[in-house]
């Protein structure tokens, strides 16, 4: 990977939303610059390119205007890549439920894994694990609707949901370890389960996604910052 | 010959968005007002995780979220009045300050209208500063989409829409012509489009429904 790549990534390894874009790189065989932000001194490209939110990833492609939130950017590479490892499907009924799921997995999923951080309290934790049981058990629904039999969400290979719900599994495994508890398990969501293996040892995602210690301290940070 | 129903609020700013690109794009509908505290059935049926209005269902089968329906609507219906540009980088930045106008700037301009006091100060600070960023998109554009309306017009349309009518009932004025000269231009130039135009409630309705409110809640 040279320096004078087309694409720069600004993002910091412990963000699952770089590790989207990451993947989808990975993914479409497509080389990158990672330029790594250090999210308590932000760069000055990241402030000129983002200036609205601030925030990581930003793809900047052959210095056009940058492109910015994890989504919108996967979906650029899609349309400008489309050839290589189409990430969302082509018929507009099933784009559409991709896109809904993503949306649903952002705003309704994730924000559940930060509400059980910043919950003191094990009855309260309790609470927040039903809730996210049951969330769970949703997206296993989803799952087996969507692979059809197959092994990803996308179904033989790996789609749009595969790769927005992959990169979080640095964090599940890690929630799962500090809290004593299983996000997936046998029981509950068995083919989700065999999902996150696969997923987990994707080729594409494995260099994409960083160790325990970054994330403990990723981890530590927001319980200081956001607690 | 496509079944297509509608799931809808008169009041919500996501569902115009809908109605209007239906329009726009000349689609048939069936549309299905709800009373939010009294739910249908079938808006239960078809949207079980939100329960929320609009919902789109095309030959039986739901599309849910506002941004996510255009999009359906514009890939599906894609020869009459394209909503989003051809252009990767176009798309892109149109989807970013959607997805900017659905989580910042609408929240916040009808926190404004709707709290009192502190609240009501600090959502009438974030929604000017969030105003001017919209306000420098227009600088060289006559619309948010470029030359012609397109997908960001529709998902700003919740503004232009709401602004005169909110300002005769609630006295608050946000729109000025002095800070927002390009916004307040774009707001005329949208209620004008003929689709915009002719689809109820229309400006003086919705004065009269706000009013309905307004006196309802003893305000």
């Given at each position: 990977?040279?320096?004078?790549?087309?694409?720069?990534?600004?993002?910091?390894?412990?963000?699952?939303?770089?590790?989207?874009?990451?993947?989808?790189?990975?993914l479409?065989?497509?080389?990158?610059?990672?330029?790594?932000?250090?999210?308590?001194?932000?760069?000055?490209?990241?402030?000129?390119?983002?200036?609205?939110?601030?925030?990581?990833?930003?793809?900047?492609?052959?210095?056009?205007?940058?492109?910015?939130?994890?989504?919108i950017?996967?979906?650029?590479?899609d349309?400008?890549?489309?050839?290589?490892?189409?990430?969302?499907?082509?018929?507009?009924?099933?784009?559409?439920?991709?896109?809904?799921w993503?949306?649903?997995?952002?705003?309704?999923?994730?924000?559940?894994?930060?509400?059980?951080?910043?919950?003191?309290?094990?009855?309260?934790?309790?609470?927040?694990?039903?809730q996210?049981?049951?969330?769970?058990?949703?997206?296993?629904?989803?799952?087996?609707?969507?692979?059809?039999?197959?092994?990803y969400?996308?179904?033989?290979d790996?789609g749009?949901?595969?790769?927005?719900?992959?990169?979080?599994?640095?964090?599940?495994?890690?929630?799962?370890?500090?809290?004593?508890?299983?996000?997936?398990?046998e029981?509950?969501?068995?083919?989700l389960?065999?999902?996150?293996?696969?997923?987990?040892?994707?080729?594409?995602?494995?260099?994409?996604?960083?160790?325990?210690?970054?994330?403990?301290?990723?981890?530590?940070?927001?319980?200081?910052?956001?607690? | 010959?496509?079944?297509?129903?509608?799931?809808?609020?008169?009041?919500?700013?996501?569902?115009?968005?809908?109605?209007?690109?239906?329009?726009?794009?000349?689609?048939?509908y069936?549309?299905?007002?709800?009373?939010?505290?009294?739910?249908?059935?079938?808006?239960?049926?078809?949207?079980?995780?939100?329960?929320?209005?609009?919902?789109?269902?095309?030959?039986?089968?739901?599309?849910?979220?506002?941004?996510v329906i255009?999009?359906?609507?514009?890939e599906?219906?894609?020869?009459?009045?394209?909503?989003l540009?051809?252009?990767?980088?176009?798309?892109?930045?149109?989807?970013?300050?959607?997805?900017?106008?659905?989580?910042l700037?609408?929240?916040?301009?009808?926190?404004?209208?709707?709290k009192?006091?502190?609240?009501?100060?600090?959502?009438?600070?974030?929604?000017?500063?969030?105003?001017?960023?919209?306000?420098?998109?227009?600088?060289?554009?006559?619309?948010?989409?470029?030359?012609?309306?397109?997908?960001?017009?529709?998902?700003?349309?919740?503004l232009?829409?709401?602004?005169?009518?909110?300002?005769?009932?609630?006295?608050?004025?946000?729109?000025?012509e002095?800070?927002?000269?390009?916004?307040?231009?774009?707001?005329?130039?949208?209620?004008?489009?003929?689709?915009?135009?002719?689809?109820?409630?229309?400006?003086?309705t919705?004065?009269?429904?706000?009013?309905?409110?307004?006196?309802?809640?003893?305000?």
């Amino acid at each position: 990977m040279g320096k004078s790549c087309e694409i720069k990534l600004l993002g910091t390894a412990p963000s699952h939303f770089v590790n989207r874009v990451q993947f989808v790189l990975n993914l479409k065989s497509i080389e990158y610059e990672f330029i790594d932000e250090n999210l308590n001194c932000k760069s000055e490209l990241l402030l000129t390119s983002n200036p609205v939110h601030k925030k990581v990833p930003v793809l900047i492609h052959a210095n056009k205007p940058p492109i910015l939130e994890s989504l919108i950017i996967i979906e650029y590479l899609d349309e400008v890549y489309h050839d290589i490892h189409p990430i969302l499907p082509s018929d507009p009924l099933e784009r559409a439920h991709n896109r809904f799921w993503a949306n649903y997995i952002d705003t309704k999923y994730f924000p559940l894994f930060e509400e059980l951080r910043r919950t003191p309290g094990i009855e309260g934790k309790k609470e927040v694990k039903k809730q996210l049981d049951e969330a769970s058990e949703l997206l296993e629904e989803v799952f087996v609707k969507s692979s059809n039999g197959k092994a990803y969400f996308g179904g033989d290979d790996v789609g749009y949901i595969d790769v927005v719900l992959g990169c979080f599994l640095a964090w599940i495994k890690f929630v799962e370890k500090l809290n004593k508890f299983k996000i997936f398990d046998e029981v509950r969501t068995p083919k989700l389960l065999e999902w996150t293996n696969r997923i987990w040892s994707h080729e594409a995602l494995k260099d994409a996604i960083c160790g325990s210690e970054a994330l403990t301290n990723h981890y530590a940070m927001l319980q200081i910052k956001k607690p | 010959m496509e079944k297509v129903k509608l799931f809808a609020t008169w009041s919500s700013p996501f569902v115009k968005r809908i109605v209007w690109a239906l329009k726009l794009k000349n689609i048939e509908y069936e549309i299905i007002y709800e009373d939010l505290a009294n739910k249908s059935p079938e808006l239960l049926k078809y949207n079980p995780i939100h329960k929320k209005v609009p919902v789109l269902v095309h030959n039986e089968i739901p599309i849910c979220e506002s941004l996510v329906i255009l999009e359906y609507i514009d890939e599906t219906w894609k020869d009459a009045c394209p909503l989003l540009p051809k252009d990767p980088l176009d798309k892109a930045n149109e989807r970013f300050w959607a997805k900017f106008g659905d989580e910042l700037v609408l929240p916040s301009f009808f926190g404004y209208i709707m709290k009192q006091g502190k609240d009501q100060e600090e959502a009438k600070e974030a929604t000017l500063t969030h105003l001017k960023r919209i306000e420098q998109l227009l600088s060289e554009k006559e619309f948010l989409s470029g030359e012609s309306f397109g997908f960001l017009d529709l998902a700003f349309g919740w503004l232009a829409e709401n602004a005169r009518p909110l300002e005769v009932v609630t006295g608050l004025k946000l729109l000025d012509e002095n800070s927002f000269p390009n916004l307040c231009t774009w707001k005329d130039k949208f209620l004008e489009i003929p689709a915009i135009k002719e689809s109820w409630p229309d400006q003086e309705t919705l004065i009269l429904k706000y009013q309905e409110i307004k006196e309802s809640k003893g305000k």
